[in-house]
């Protein structure tokens, strides 16, 4: 099947395209497939994600400039439009009767239903981002560490454990902080480089 072997985003983002068409074919109702759809759409760049955490702290009064400039590193204002667009469109952001957007909802999760297609290219964005901030970013401002490890599935499960812990922990920390001013993008990474 095509939506298996795609290699490249592109490959993947049309094999996903194709499935959401056959699936019309499918009796599921309308509301599903939009919602099916959107989600993927959400975690198809990065960006999205980043600019509904600054509507979440600034709030947004319709300047696309002034918010793709707040995005790092720098998206246009066309870029900020269409995410813009496409959190409303998701119920992620509300506009209120300031005519300001707010957030709908103030902490979202991927939970168990999200594409794993969709959350491996996002995956996949954030970790190129992180690999990127190594050269564009000072030392103060973002932190790379790393841990080489001989471990068994037994030791791998135990510790998926305690950072599916540790990123509950994190989340907490960052929804009871009330001066927030920066996005920061945290990604957790074991996989295997080798052994049997």
Not at 63 to 72: C, G, Q
Not at 85 to 104: M, N
Not at 138 to 154: D, F, N, Y
Not at 164 to 169: Q, S, T, Y
Request: aromatic letters at 8%; a negative charge.
């Amino acid at each position: 099947m095509k939506f298996n072997q795609a290699d490249t985003m592109e490959e993947r983002n049309a094999a996903f395209e194709e499935m959401q068409a056959a699936l019309k074919v499918v009796r599921f109702s309308e509301k599903q497939h939009i919602l099916g759809h959107t989600q993927y759409m959400v975690y198809s760049h990065w960006r999205h994600l980043i600019i509904r955490s600054l509507i979440g702290m600034f709030g947004f009064d319709g300047d696309y400039e002034a918010l793709a400039k707040m995005v790092h590193p720098h998206v246009t204002a066309d870029e900020a439009k269409k995410s813009v667009k496409l959190l409303e469109e998701c119920e992620l952001i509300k506009k209120g009767e300031d005519g300001k957007y707010v957030l709908s909802e103030s902490a979202i999760s991927t939970g168990d239903r999200t594409s794993k297609l969709a959350l491996r290219g996002f995956h996949q964005h954030c970790l190129k981002l992180a690999a990127d901030s190594i050269d564009r970013d000072p030392p103060g401002s973002r932190h790379v560490s790393g841990l080489t490890l001989g471990i068994s599935q037994e030791g791998y499960e135990r510790i998926v454990e305690r950072i599916n812990a540790f990123r509950k922990e994190i989340a907490l920390i960052a929804e009871e902080d009330k001066n927030s001013d920066k996005v920061f993008q945290l990604q957790f990474a074991l996989f295997p480089v080798g052994g049997k």
